[in-house]
């Protein structure tokens, strides 16, 4: 039996029918339910057991005797699992109307609630083989007895696990178990926070959202979690201010050490809330002056248990926690940042804890308070928790880059100061607008968006283009296309071209242009060797991560300056997909 709270409350094997896979099935699903395995584990068990059924109705004497399967057989049935696994890939993109899908449907397991076949995705045949594996491993001295020693799986019987494409998230420059912000913002509205359970599933969803602990932590929380403590704060003009601040105080089991958090007013109104709504719903856990019983009463203790949790010191399972989320998510829909639907299953308790860090490195907190907050030992374990986003990449390169300029003859185009700098980012939008491996900066061509230059395919012949090291991925690329088109004229000369004044002028064009080009590659690289260690590795990441949306390096500084104000603003290639010139 499992948790009353979910439908079916209970491992189904009424159609396994071979009674030696019932037995061992039994014994495994028992044994697991007396460790406190999650629910998940104890239907995988189930499912597992029940594909197995199907296949051995495909052998002779439907594999009733253990001794009648066999090693053959087991290996039979992982390459009959890979099939389905491949019907399930197939079967997706179909619709209802589609007659192979009728036709695959035969081939794959029906769900005992006629809600249709169970699906064989990549993780779930990981799962299925590795529970099968299991069930009969802790059956191997009965199998033994039974003379089938021979059915059993090996580890390396059982496939990888699947790996998440993680593309999306290192484009986007985070982590990839953090939730992108625009989905956290969502999660974090009140009109959608209102659709969970007023009480303790409203306030754990929002503290665990908020604070980012361990689910662990968070659902061992003590009732009297909170402390205030008394911080000296420097002034802007120099004074020190004593101000009060509150701090939660959790016990970590994983380094089995106290931590304290430092907490914004809001989160304590989510533990206040919660305190209050306990003193409300079980009166009996407190005093007259609303203080605990026990000690070791906590902020979201599990009702049931009555016995045994008679002053709220027993947590919820932690399977509790999941069905809460999964069935709020399944009352609103959840919207990516790029307009499309949101996979909800990437919504889990511990995400809270990467988008925690992820939103906070993006907001450019150093790594060492960083990783205070995040309570690591090493500075290491905090980094596996974000990814420095794309625009702090564009920043830090920018940063290098003001002091590398060129103009159209490869000369030093002056350095500016830091002050300079800045203006410049802020005005960037309006002041400039990127062009092929450069960006231009005459006026009617920037107010034009780039589409009113006269000379646009003569840029290396324009005094108002300039270039750095950053643009060294372009002019290589450009470089290449030119030198391709040269040999082929050369190959053409004089036999699809007509020899002649024209023809040589052309030529010797894309040759000049490639000596040029060669010129503005050489200083580029010049200036990449004369950087220090830190800032070629911060700029040399740049040049091999960098795709087609972050082309331009300082309409970026103007996006994240947030000072760009102007009547009628150019069009920021960084907000847009499409080509960059």
């Known amino acids: ?95 209802d109307e589609n007659p192979a899908r009728a036709v695959i449907t035969k081939r794959l397991l029906p769900s005992l609630t006629g809600a249709g076949p169970l699906l064989v995705t990549p993780q779930r045949h990981y799962q299925l083989v590795r529970s099968l594996r299991d069930i009969l491993e ?36 985070r982590s990839q178990d953090a939730l992108p912000e625009s989905v956290f913002l969502q999660l974090m509205d009140e009109a959608h926070l209102d659709l969970l359970v007023p009480g303790t599933r409203r306030n754990y969803v929002e503290l665990a959202l908020r604070i980012g602990r361990r689910p662990w932590e968070v659902r061992h929380l003590e009732f009297n979690c909170l402390e205030w403590h008394d911080v000296d704060i420097e002034e802007p003009e120099g004074s020190v201010r004593r101000r009060r601040y509150p701090f939660i105080v959790y016990w970590m089991q994983k380094v089995r050490r106290r931590h304290k958090l430092p907490l914004h007013p809001t989160d304590v109104e989510v533990v206040v809330r919660q305190q209050n709504h306990l003193r409300q719903e079980f009166p009996q856990w407190f005093d007259a002056d609303g203080q605990p019983l026990s000690e070791r009463m906590l902020l979201f203790p599990t009702p049931r248990l009555p016995r045994a949790n008679k002053r709220g010191e027993r947590p919820y399972d932690g399977s509790s926690i999941g069905y809460w989320l999964q069935s709020w998510l399944d009352q609103f829909e959840l919207i990516h940042e790029h307009g499309s639907d949101f996979d909800r299953s990437r919504v889990f308790p511990h995400a809270f804890r990467h988008t925690y860090a992820q939103l906070r490195a993006d907001a450019g907190l150093p790594l060492d308070v960083l990783q205070a907050l995040m309570s690591h030992q090493e500075p290491s374990t905090t980094q596996v928790y974000y990814r420095t986003s794309h625009p702090r990449r564009v920043e830090a390169v920018r940063a290098i880059a003001a002091k590398y300029q060129f103009d159209l003859t490869g000369g030093r185009v002056r350095p500016r100061t830091a002050g300079a700098d800045l203006t410049d980012r802020i005005r960037a939008g309006a002041g400039s607008v990127p062009v092929p491996a450069g960006q231009c900066n005459e ?24 270039t750095d090291f950053t643009h060294l991925t372009e002019l290589r690329q450009l470089r290449a296309s030119k030198a391709e088109q040269l ?64 082309l331009a390096v300082i309409p970026v500084a103007a996006v994240l300056a947030g000072r760009h104000h102007v ?9 847009r997909a499409g080509d960059a010139s």
């Open 1 to 95: 039996m499992l948790n009353p709270n979910y439908e079916g409350g209970c491992v189904d094997l009424s159609d396994v029918h071979a009674p030696w896979l019932l037995h061992l099935t039994q014994q495994h699903v028992l044994h697991l339910a007396a460790s406190g395995a999650s629910t998940g584990r104890l239907l995988t068990a189930g499912y597992a057991a029940r594909w197995f059924a199907m296949f051995l109705r495909t052998l002779p004497g439907e594999g009733r005797r253990p001794s009648d399967v066999g090693r053959i057989s087991m290996t039979a049935y992982l390459s009959w699992l890979a099939h389905r696994a491949r019907d399930t890939s197939d079967y997706q993109p179909l619709n």
């Open 138 to 173: 802790r059956g191997r001295s009965w199998l033994a007895e039974n003379q089938a020693a021979d059915v059993h799986l090996l580890e390396r019987d059982v496939p990888p696990f699947p790996e998440r494409d993680d593309t999306d998230s290192e484009l986007e420059g």
């Open 443 to 466: 006026m009617n061509n920037v107010r034009a968006d780039g589409r009113g230059c006269p000379v646009y395919y003569r840029r290396f012949s324009c005094k108002f283009f300039t």
């Open 487 to 550: 040999a082929r004229l050369e190959s053409a000369y004089d036999s699809v071209l007509t020899p002649g004044p024209l023809s040589a002028a052309n030529i010797e064009l894309l040759r000049q242009e490639i000596r040029q080009i060669d010129e503005l590659i050489s200083k580029c690289e010049a200036d990449l060797g004369s950087l220090t260690t830190e800032e070629r590795t911060t700029v040399e990441a740049w040049l091999h991560t960098k795709d087609n949306r972050f």
């Open 567 to 575: 009547d009628q603003p150019t069009d920021d290639p960084i907000l």
